[in-house]
């Protein structure tokens, strides 16, 4: 099992910038990609970002240009540079890591862009 913790959400203004951070312990060499989520209240949980053990990355329509999906494997760490952000970017992100045989999610961190 691999337990994530997050941090760096928060509220920022229109075309402001903030950094996530999930921080991966346990089996973390079974993972085979992780990823950034966000769900906005009432609406499903989409994709923002994934990085595969391999350091692929992938981004939705929405970030690209704007968020940067990076990775510290010294640190176990996964990142999410969010630039330019949106009142549409407000949601709770959360970290997935996947395996062959299910995933595990952190426990979402709030990101609200505000005036």
Partial sequence: QVQLVESGGGLVQ????????????????SINFMGWYRQAPGKERELVAIITKVGSTNYADSAKGRFTISRDNAKNTVYLQMNSLKPEDTAVYYCYADFVNGGSW????QVTVSS
């Fill in 14 to 29: 229109p075309g402001g910038s903030l950094r996530l951070s999930c921080a991966a312990s346990g089996s973390i060499f």
């Fill in 106 to 109: 952190g426990q979402g961190t």
